[in-house]
């Protein structure tokens, strides 16, 4: 298991729910998983090459309306890697912010600049937030359809909570700064 890169749990996880086209996991993780993690087609489509080498996917022709496009599916022994990766202690969770890095060395940019900072992250986390909030409703109204959507709605429920957490920061944050603006 030392030979795995997180991506390659990233794709197996998803691998593990439907048959997937390597278009389709950069838009998954361009929506489902933006939240907390992401990848380049520079970092799918290499991973997913070695997953299939190593016997972890499988890949299928799937052509469609002329166009030429791989499917890779999950095999027993990927599945088998992604429950033991899963079984393993979580290693580094971080949390990387160019607002929060900006601030931090704010006092060169002045209180002006750093509250037009704070406004576009608020905008940001305001339209994010409708998004996990449409989310969270069509989950729960399909809770009981599949008990994978117990735990999608989990990580939604975290992004809700952490999003109103920055939102009441942004308040906090322009008052210590100065006027509303």
């Given amino acids: 298991m030392a030979t795995e890169k997180k991506i390659d749990y990233v794709i197996l996880g998803l691998l593990s729910h439907e048959d997937l086209t390597g278009y389709e996991i950069k838009k998954r993780m361009d929506t489902t998983l933006k939240y907390f993690w992401g990848a380049s087609y520079g970092s799918i489509y290499p991973a997913l090459g070695d997953l299939v080498e190593r016997g972890l996917a499988t890949k299928r022709d799937g052509a469609e309306n002329g166009r030429n496009k791989l499917i890779y599916s999950i095999t027993e022994e990927g599945r088998s890697c992604l429950k033991a990766w ?79 957490a920055y939102l009441a920061w942004c308040k906090e944050a322009k008052e210590m700064l100065g006027p509303s603006k």
């Fill in 86 to 164: 899963l079984a393993l202690p979580v290693e580094k969770d971080e949390l990387r912010y160019e607002t929060l890095l900006k601030l931090f060395f704010g006092k060169d940019g002045g209180e002006e600049q750093a509250i037009d900072h704070i406004n576009a992250f608020q905008e940001k986390v305001k339209m994010e937030m409708s998004c996990l909030l449409e989310a969270e409703k069509t989950l729960k109204s399909v809770l009981d359809m599949d008990e994978t959507h117990k735990y999608y709605l989990l990580t939604v429920e975290f992004g809700i909570k952490t999003y109103e």
